[in-house]
C-alpha cells in the first residue's frame, strides 16, 4: 500500500494508493488520527476498487495534538473544506468515510457538496443529545453552563461555544448515497437515533452483533472491513 505523507495548507494528511480519478476524504474519531486501523484498511480495501484515501488529522488530533485551545466544529467543517478542494483538483468523483465525530463534521461540512457516496462507521448523527447526556451527568443546567462555560469532566471537556454552534446548526439535509455501520453495544451512537437517521434520509444501515463504538478488537475490524468490501 503506498502511503504518502503530504501537507494540504498546513494540515498534515496521507494519500493511500495510486492516482484512480475517485478519492475519497476520511474523517477519523475523538482521539484518533489520520492513520487510524479503520482508516488503513478502508484504504487497502478501496485501492482494489479504483479509490485513492486522503485522511488528515483534525485539529488537536494526530500531529496537530499540541495545537491549544478547544476543538470547535467550523475548525473541523473549515478543514474539511480545505481538504475537499484539494482532493477536486485530484479527482472526477469524491466519496466521504467518517468515523464517530468525523461524521458528524462531515455532515455539518458536506450536505450540499458533490459527493459520490458515503460511509458511516459509528456515526455521531445528534451532537446535542449527546452533549446534554453528558451535561445530565455532571448534573449541569443549561443556564450554569452558559455561566461557567467550560465544563471539566472525566468524559469529554464540555465547552459552550461547541454546545451552542451545534443547537445552531442542526442536521436538516443530507441526500447522498450512505452507508453505515455501528455495533450492537454502542452507548454513543444509540440505535434509536441512529435508525432515525438512516430512515430520514434513506441510508443503508447495518448493526454488528457484539460490536461496540470503537472498532478495535479483530472481530470488530473483520466486520467492518467485509462491510467495507461489500459497499464499496
Request: net charge negative.
Amino acid at each position: 500500500m503506498k502511503l504518502e505523507k503530504i501537507q494540504v495548507s498546513g494540515i498534515p494528511a496521507v494519500i493511500w494508493g495510486e492516482p484512480c480519478g475517485r478519492i475519497i476524504l476520511a474523517a477519523h474519531g475523538s482521539r484518533s488520527s489520520k492513520t487510524d486501523e479503520c482508516i488503513r484498511i478502508l484504504a487497502e480495501e478501496a485501492a482494489g476498487r479504483g479509490y485513492q484515501v486522503l485522511s488528515f488529522d483534525l485539529p488537536r488530533h494526530g500531529e496537530r495534538a499540541c495545537e491549544t485551545g478547544l476543538l470547535m466544529p467550523d475548525e473541523c467543517v473549515r478543514d474539511l473544506s480545505v481538504m475537499y478542494a484539494y482532493a477536486g483538483k485530484r479527482a472526477e468523483k469524491i466519496s466521504l468515510f467518517g468515523c464517530s465525530m468525523g461524521a458528524y463534521f462531515q455532515l455539518l461540512a458536506f450536505a450540499d457538496a458533490d459527493i459520490d457516496r458515503v460511509w458511516f462507521l459509528s456515526p455521531v448523527t445528534d451532537m446535542e443529545r449527546i452533549i446534554r447526556g453528558m451535561m445530565e451527568v455532571c448534573g449541569v443546567t443549561e443556564s450554569e453552563f452558559r455561566e461557567r462555560v467550560v465544563i471539566e469532566n472525566d468524559m469529554e471537556t464540555l465547552y459552550y461555544p461547541y454546545y451552542e454552534y451545534v443547537r445552531r446548526h442542526p442536521i436538516v439535509c443530507w441526500p447522498h448515497r450512505t452507508y453505515i455501520l455501528r455495533g450492537e453495544n454502542d452507548t454513543l451512537s444509540e440505535y434509536p437515533y441512529v435508525r432515525a437517521f438512516a430512515d430520514r434520509f434513506g441510508c443503508g444501515l447495518t448493526v454488528q452483533e457484539g460490536g461496540e463504538h470503537w472498532f478495535h478488537t479483530e472481530p470488530e475490524l473483520a466486520f467492518f472491513r467485509s462491510w467495507i468490501r461489500k459497499h464499496l
